[in-house]
């Protein structure tokens, strides 16, 4: 967490605080999680000081609160991710992402020839690595990797 | 009746070992007595959108042993699809024609998605590089058929292990039993780590080699596959490797006499024809006995075993 001092991304009163996010995958973690379009206030913070992480992104989102089952998609790219549930300034819940068992219209298929890729199918895949994230397509059955992995825009 | 009747053939790890051994104890019934007419009043639908003679006419010949009607194409080319019809429409339209979808289409997965939006069985004939389960079942039927036992075999797998989809389900299969494989291909063209981790995670052994000769005195069975030019990135190394995995007949002295060499077939040069004359290659009754394994599936998807 950001030092009690002095907040260098503001606090919200209602909403949802997603902190530990590597720095680099900050932008990503927006994406995935719709934000772009969300039309209350998003407050983003990049290559902030952590204790844990050395460097750090955090994403305050306003009025929002996600299922664990939401969030489990970030953990794909971002694995320790904490989510707090914020109401009146106070911290409800506090919980890690984990990469879910099965993903659902998510993730592209890296296979070209793969069948999702040429009909309008929802892709899905059974996370069969979590540690090194290999996901098996359920049609096609090859793997798509951390190094291929393309979400669905 | 078979546990098996309603149901899709996409992979072959969509069946157990029991239910493979059921397959082929039906396919033996139907190698004793081919023409048994009973489901003459179903129309099975052999939709091909790729070429492939032999695995087509073997369906067909299938179909049409057991009475069915079979209706199809063998060429996308003249039909809706080449309209732009999408695959889930044609397989909608199908279902509503026919008993049983037999179908082979390039795009890897595209069987299965079939079977989700079918609502009749669905046999995978191939799709892709993917799965071709019918041509692993009917592996199965001939090892057993020539050694009288799936189990404590020695089978040695020649060639292009690592792209061949037939080699990849038949160890898939064979890891049901107590199997030692022998691999034997170029550095390239070997066979991937995880299809290695499946054997070892069913406990059993491989070993690795270059050359045939090295093979021939331990396997009960061989089989075959073909190497391919366009694999190699280093075509120097094609030409120097391209060799080291044709079969002579010259070199299958010292093999065991219950030794059978099998091929999926279409063979090129991998078998030299010489070999065709020793009482060692199988390969021709193989594809023979596809038709007895097709049948029995047929007959155990629509219900009539």
Redesign the interface.
Known sequence: METKKELVVPAIENGTVIDHIPTESVYQVVHILGLENYKDEVLIGTYLQSGKLGRKGIIKIKNKHFSKEEVSKVALIAPFVTVITIKDYQVIEKFATEIPDHIENFIKCANPKCITNFEDIPTRFDIVDKENLKLRCHYCEKYTTKETIKFIS | MSTLKGRNLI?ITDFNKEEYLEVLDIAEGFEKNPKQPILRDHVVATLFFEPSTRTRLSFESAANQLGCRVLGFSDPGATSVQKGE???DTIKMVSSYADLIVMR??????S??ASEVASIPVINAG?????HPTQCLLDLYSIRKTQGTLDNLNIALVGDLKYGRTVHSLVQAMCNWNTTFHLVSPEELKLPS?VKASIKKAGLKYYQYREIRDIIGIADIIYMTRVQRERFTDLLEYERVKDSCILTASMLQGCKDNMRILHPLPRVNEITTDVDRTPYAYYFQQAQNGVYVRQALIAAILGAK
Do not use: T, V
């Open positions: 992979s999408s695959l889930h289409n390039p795009k890897e997965g595209s299965r998605y799709d892709g590089a993917n799965q995880s």
